[in-house]
């Protein structure tokens, strides 16, 4: 993999992982997700990755409708990249999962590439009080349902958008995902530059010890040579750690409060430029520079903000 002097930052806002009972701070309405994109895109992020959630209580949803406010908002006030989450959540199914993105025909989208256990429970160790009674439930079920990816999934979600000219933010969880994307790479499903972001820390899935960060590495150098870009996020409150483990060997990081609530140890963080402000110090300090939304379209061979749906 080439290594680029600009790192670009992600920031994924509010995602379908915690529940608002954990942190006052969450984003939850149209309006608060587009606050906090626009404030992320402020301080340094080059893309946000988008989920929508019910106003009303909190839960993720997965309809165009939920997010057209957010996009529209966004759009208005920032010219930052757009990445619309195909994932959703564990409980949705695929064909519910891929219609914001086949509708509003981002710049971005992630794809997760492989079905696996998505285990939430353990945060019910530390959450014993909950607004809403939808949460708990949640979290519980995680311990025996599956994060359903199939083969079949991946390429319904890629022939779904195949005309939208979207550039996939690949979700790798473990090493079989980077060779599941080998797969579709060699069918033509899927064109390099490949945006690979290789994900550590989450129950389920590979872990956060260097020696996993370097294996992944390792294997999709092996796999796509200088046909990937590199990016990482770190689970909790591995985040900033996985973030300069990646910086310092030539990756792009994600930072939000999808993937961590935190800024340090016990304090929760109140914002997610809180944390895009903390991961661009980590990068100045290798003396790295901060890629703005076009150098960043440059990289991943994007579209162009003109060219989507919304």
Request: hydrophobic share 40%; net charge negative; charged share 25%.
């Amino acid at each position: 993999m080439k290594q680029s002097k600009k790192v670009i930052i992600t920031c994924a806002v509010t995602g379908a992982i915690h529940t608002p009972s954990m942190s006052p701070y969450l984003p939850i309405t149209a309006q608060q997700i587009a606050d906090a994109a626009v404030e992320a895109a402020d301080a340094g992020a080059a893309i946000v990755h988008l989920h929508a959630r019910d106003p009303e209580d909190g839960r993720p949803v997965q309809t165009a409708e939920a997010f057209e406010p957010i996009l529209e908002s966004i759009k208005q006030r920032s010219d930052v990249v757009i990445n619309i989450t195909t994932g959703g959540s564990p409980r949705m199914l695929v064909d519910e999962r891929v219609r914001p993105a086949a509708q509003h025909k981002p710049e971005v989208a992630s794809l997760n590439m492989g079905t696996m256990n998505f285990g939430l429970f353990p945060m019910l160790e530390r959450q014993t009080e909950f607004k809403y009674a939808w949460e708990k439930e949640y979290l519980e079920g995680s311990r025996a349902s599956l994060f359903r990816n199939t083969f079949a999934d991946i390429e319904y979600i890629l022939k779904t958008c195949a005309e939208n000219d979207t550039r996939f933010e690949i979700e790798c969880y473990d090493t079989s995902h980077l060779y599941t994307l080998a797969h579709f790479a060699e069918r033509g499903l899927l064109k390099p530059p490949f945006f690979i972001q290789t994900v550590f820390g989450l129950l389920g899935g590979i872990s956060t010890h260097p020696d996993d960060v370097l294996h992944m590495k390792r294997t999709a150098d092996r796999l796509f040579g200088d046909q990937y870009r590199w990016s990482v996020l770190g689970a909790g409150s591995k985040q900033m750690a996985i973030a300069a483990m990646g910086a310092a060997m030539g990756s792009n990081v994600r930072v939000g409060l999808e993937d961590s609530l935190w800024i340090g140890p016990g304090e929760l963080a109140k914002t997610n430029a809180q944390q895009v402000e903390k991961v661009k110090s980590i990068i100045g300090g290798l003396s790295l520079d901060v890629a703005t939304p076009d150098e960043a379209r440059e990289v991943l061979a994007l579209k162009g903000a003109d060219k989507v749906g919304f």
